[in-house]
T-cell receptor, first 117, second 112 residues
Framework: GAVVSQHPSRVICKSGTSVKIECRSL??????MFWYRQFPKQSLMLMAT?????????EQGVEKDKFLINHASLTLSTLTVTSAHPEDSSFYIC?????????????FGPGTRLTVL | QQQVKQSPQSLIVQKGGISIINCAYE??????FPWYQQFPGKGPALLIA?????SEKKEGRFTISFNKSAKQFSLHIMDSQPGDSATYFC???????????FGAGTRLTVKP
């Protein structure tokens, strides 16, 4: 149980285009979903936290107009990178907080490799 | 501000040896301490986790040791195998707060 999927697994796009990444909790309902960014050989950097039906909370330094987050249901959150540029190339990982868990357990998706040309 | 400090940055261990990764934290409000294992190109996977009401938790070859007074916790991998070669992250979170803070990661290499 507690499986989180992401789609697509990798995407290559041209500079200036927008890219949407989906994050789904497959067998549980998630109270909260999180979006992380990870550069090579570095730790996970939290970008934003989203709850179903409400606006996402962005970490300091993360542009909310560039990284649009929509948390449509208890099992789906999307991250849209708008007007992507090469510096946005990174590994984006989502996670979900199990609704029925009494602890702050986060289950991670497999990640999406974004390459902006 | 790095709330969870992890060391070493990289670790090389012979097959069959013990791998030890350490983490220290500042915020005494943290009450959940998970360890994640990440293989290249994959998302992190929860390996084992501990709450501060116990000093040790063991699952198979993986053990967490927790020292509340020192605000430190560590991951021990017994009988390390080449398949354990991955990056390991410690983390900590506060109750009723979805904010989880990660350590910088330790790249473990187990040589055959």
């Amino acid at each position: 149980g507690a499986v989180v999927s992401q789609h697509p697994s990798r995407v290559i796009c041209k500079s200036g285009t927008s890219v949407k990444i989906e994050c789904r909790s497959l067998d549980f309902q998630a109270t909260t979903m999180f979006w992380y960014r990870q550069f090579p050989k570095q730790s996970l950097m939290l970008m934003a936290t989203s709850n179903e039906g409400s606006k996402a909370t962005y970490e300091q330094g993360v542009e909310k107009d560039k990284f649009l987050i929509n948390h449509a249901s208890l099992t789906l959150s999307t991250l849209t990178v708008t007007s992507a540029h090469p510096e946005d190339s990174s590994f984006y990982i989502c996670s979900a907080d199990h609704r029925d868990s009494s602890y702050n357990e986060q289950f991670f998706g497999p990640g999406t490799r974004l390459t902006v040309l | 501000q790095q709330q969870v400090k992890q060391s070493p940055q990289s670790l090389i261990v012979q097959k069959g040896g013990i791998s030890i990764i350490n983490c220290a934290y500042e915020n005494t409000a943290f009450d959940y301490f998970p360890w994640y294992q990440q293989f290249p190109g994959k998302g992190p996977a929860l390996l084992i986790a501990i709450r501060p009401d116990v000093s040790e938790k063991k699952e198979g070859r993986f053990t967490i040791s927790f020292n509340k007074s020192a605000k430190q916790f560590s991951l021990h991998i017994m009988d390390s195998q080449p398949g354990d070669s991955a990056t390991y992250f410690c983390a900590a979170s506060i109750p009723n707060n979805n904010d989880m803070r990660f350590g910088a990661g330790t790249r473990l290499t187990v040589k055959p």
